[in-house]
């Protein structure tokens, strides 16, 4: 499975962005997509997630609310809508995809991802 990553860009605090994920290859084998950032300095921190079937949704408590994760199937893409978006959300944000069924708590871990996007950068100003 191939994932390209877009959307990314500069914006102002309080402001808008909307993060596209498309997959491609073996996307059967897809099991549910993730969205994960990386700060500088910092460690890749789980954003959201979505499973294919069901539309099952997960969400960092942080951002809940603020975030919202969807999913086109017949594009096979998955989308992260941010809104009220903070300089404390600037980071590359990451997509991923698991191929086997994870519960809950497993799909907030990076580690168990079997494929990763390049990063789209987000930059928010002050």
């Known amino acids: 499975v191939q994932l390209q990553a877009s959307g990314g860009g500069l914006v102002q605090a309080g402001g808008s962005l909307r993060l596209s994920c498309a997959a491609s290859?073996?996307?059967?084998?897809?099991?549910?997509v993730g969205w994960f950032r990386q700060a500088p300095g910092k460690e890749r921190e789980f954003v959201a997630t979505?499973?294919?079937?069901?539309?099952?949704?997960y969400y960092a408590d942080s951002l809940k609310g603020r975030f919202t994760i969807s999913k086109d199937n017949a594009r096979n893409t998955v989308f992260l809508q941010m809104n009220s978006l903070q300089p404390e959300d600037t980071a590359v944000y990451y997509c991923?995809?698991?191929?086997?069924?994870?519960?809950?708590?497993?799909?907030?871990?990076?580690?168990?991802?079997?494929?990763w996007g390049q990063g789209t950068l987000v930059t928010v100003s002050s």
């Open positions: 991923a995809t698991v191929t086997k069924p994870m519960g809950s708590s497993s799909l907030r871990s990076p580690k168990i991802y079997d494929y």
């Open positions: 290859g073996r996307t059967s084998s897809s099991y549910a």
């Open positions: 979505i499973t294919w079937r069901g539309g099952n949704t």
